[in-house]
């Protein structure tokens, strides 16, 4: 409707359709239908009172799906409920599956670059920002049509490595097979630790390195060895969280292309010396510290491996736009990196995004205040136990309330995680998330739970109705104030993923989803679809509500059990 508007009002006054679009209001009284334009704007242009201009305009704007009629300086919009109401329950009903995805993405690809921890240390909570923000982005993409290729770029190089090499030196091959994370991992805070009192450990981690970067065999067996238990670790909780990747290529992949990276950088010719140190001064981009790419003693840096990542991505995927997800900590480098690849003047440097997003905060229940993921001994906060802990806590309501509920352990483990989940998905990425299991496992707050039960619900209505679901011959049932709210904001599906796409933000969906669910409670508590005369038409309010929540929880990475 916005669309049809836009291109009417644009071809009788000189502006373009996105000017027009930008400009397009929603009333805040749906009395005055769904959709407004301001004429103030055009008097200056034209030289006419606004009013008069509403007048004129209004009478030159028709359409069969919605009435013009200008109020005061404004034209208001009313769709025609009917016609609307027709228009989506057919392209509903026509691929019932596909509705809410597109193909607007068609041919373009795009690289999600998420997770990607840090190997040798278990995955912490704060992980999660970084996993499931970044696996909406994945699936927000794919539902709209773009080749989608999520990597997870290992933390997998790096002089720790010399301290666990160290550490490990003196044992032979078998008993490096046999080694579990635990040990690798021990052994690295162990060497820390001593590192600190004794500095030729230091040294010792420091010749250690040396070895894994000239490829010494027992150096590299340990570092293999440590990196596939990490993994493995690693996929064990991807697998609950419902995450994948198509590439694990790490840090340490690019090792031996940094040499050819940085003859690419210099050819350029914009790189200098600074104290011995290879640097690309980046003051013309209003960044006042330089992109470090060898420091004096010839060690590359992290930001070195990400420009030959970049470079290596694009020549492998030819990516429409590269997405990389971190906390905003992280700010700074992306800003840099991605200023030395314009200044490079590569093609793909202005498609290069970085996906900031806030601190999360945990509750702590003794001290009774909110803590960056820390217990109160230092020790961090596992992600693991989170899930552990929040899929028992659902277990214990259910137990409570569903006792008979089929599958009961694996809707406990649907409900934990997607509370946790969506906990996190629910605001802009940029802000700061507060993770309370008290919040999250609520069912009747903006809640995760809440919305699989909402969907949940609205399943088993479409259920007991038992029949084969077809277009309404008329409309009338479904063109009341209450049902109409629904199906519009039904119908907006597709227009909210395509705007989470382009603004990169999942919270966009979450909030359609809160929204829907929010009409479709009232109604559900107010309407008696199965007992009702038209149920036959009503039916279409809980199948669409509930394919179109499915759709949202699913873009935002959380299950949705069928019976709760
Ligand atoms: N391993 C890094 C960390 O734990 C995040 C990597 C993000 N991706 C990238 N291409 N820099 O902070």
């Known amino acids: 409707m916005k669309v049809e508007i836009a291109t009417q009002l644009a071809s009788l006054i000189e502006m373009s359709i996105d000017d027009v679009v930008k400009l397009i209001e929603v009333p805040k009284n749906t009395e005055h239908g769904e959709l407004a334009f301001p004429c103030f704007v055009l008097s200056k242009?034209?030289?006419?009172?606004?009013?008069?201009?509403?007048?004129?305009?209004?009478?030159?704007?028709?359409?069969?799906?919605?009435?013009?009629?200008?109020?005061?300086?404004?034209?208001?919009?009313?769709?025609?409920?009917?016609?609307l109401v027709k228009d989506v329950i057919s392209e509903f009903l026509a691929d019932t599956d596909k509705f809410g995805s597109s193909d607007f993405?068609?041919?373009?690809?795009?690289?999600?670059?998420?997770?990607?921890?840090?190997?040798?240390?278990p995955l912490a909570f704060h992980h999660i920002r970084s996993t499931m923000i970044g696996n909406s982005l994945v699936k927000m993409h794919r539902n709209a049509g773009y080749n989608v290729v999520?990597?997870?770029?290992?933390?997998?190089?790096?002089?720790?490595?010399g301290y666990i090499i160290a550490a490990f030196k003196d044992c032979d091959e078998e008993q490096i097979n046999n080694l579990n994370l635990k040990e690798i991992i021990d052994a690295y805070v162990g060497m820390n630790k001593a590192a600190k009192e004794d500095s030729s450990v230091e040294d010792m981690a420091r010749s250690c390195f040396l070895d894994l970067e000239s490829g010494h065999n027992k150096a590299r067996l340990i570092w293999q060895k440590c990196r596939d238990l990490s993994l493995a670790e690693f996929e064990r909780v991807?697998?609950?969280?419902?995450?994948?990747?198509?590439?694990?290529?790490?840090?340490?992949?690019?090792?031996?292309?940094?040499?050819?990276?940085?003859?690419?950088?210099?050819?350029?010719?914009?790189t200098n010396i600074s104290d011995g140190a290879l640097i690309v001064d980046l003051e013309d981009y209003g960044i006042t510290t330089p992109c470090l790419l060898r420091k004096s003693d010839g060690a590359t840096l992290y930001a070195t491996r990400d420009l030959a990542a970049a470079c290596y991505r694009y020549e492998t995927y030819k990516f429409d736009k590269a997405f990389y997800v971190t906390d905003s900590g992280q700010s700074l480098h992306f800003k840099q990196f991605f200023s030395v690849l314009d200044k490079m003047q590569l093609p793909f440097a202005k498609n290069m995004y970085h996906a900031p997003f806030g601190v999360l905060l945990v509750w702590d229940e003794t001290t009774k205040e909110w803590t960056k993921g820390r217990t109160r001994s230092g020790q961090i906060v596992l992600l693991e136990d989170i899930l552990d802990e929040a899929t028992k806590r659902a277990m214990d309501i259910i137990q409570d309330k569903r006792p008979d509920l089929a599958n009961k352990s694996q809707v406990a483990e649907q409900i934990g995680i997607g509370a946790v989940v969506f906990n996190d998905l629910k605001h802009r990425r940029i802000k700061d998330v507060k993770f309370s299991f008290e919040d999250a496992i609520n069912f009747e707050g903006e809640t995760g739970p809440y919305l699989q039960y909402s969907a949940a619900r609205a399943a088993s209505v479409v259920r007991k109705y038992g029949k084969e679901i077809k277009l309404p011959e008329n409309f009338n049932a479904l063109i009341s104030d209450s049902s109409f709210e629904i199906i519009k904001k039904v119908s907006t599906l597709p227009e909210v993923s395509l705007r989470a796409c382009s603004e990169g933000e999942p919270y966009i969906i979450a909030n359609f989803c809160l929204e829907l669910a929010a009409l479709f409670n009232s109604f559900y508590a107010k309407v008696h679809i199965l007992d009702n005369v038209d149920v036959d038409s009503l039916i279409l309010i809980p199948e669409m509500v509930s394919k179109a929540l499915s759709k949202g929880l699913s873009m935002l990475g959380v299950a949705v059990p069928e019976q709760m």
């Open 150 to 161: 999520g990597i997870n770029h290992l933390g997998d190089w790096g002089t720790q490595f």
């Open 45 to 83: 242009i034209l030289k006419k009172n606004p009013v008069q201009i509403a007048k004129d305009l209004s009478d030159k704007i028709s359409a069969n799906n919605f009435i013009t009629v200008p109020v005061g300086p404004y034209i208001n919009f009313k769709a025609n409920r009917q016609v």
């Open 238 to 270: 991807y697998r609950r969280l419902g995450v994948s990747f198509d590439s694990n290529i790490g840090e340490a992949f690019f090792e031996d292309k940094l040499e050819n990276l940085i003859k690419q950088v210099e050819n350029a010719g914009i």
């Open 105 to 121: 993405g068609q041919g373009k690809t795009i690289v999600v670059d998420f997770s990607s921890p840090n190997i040798a240390k």
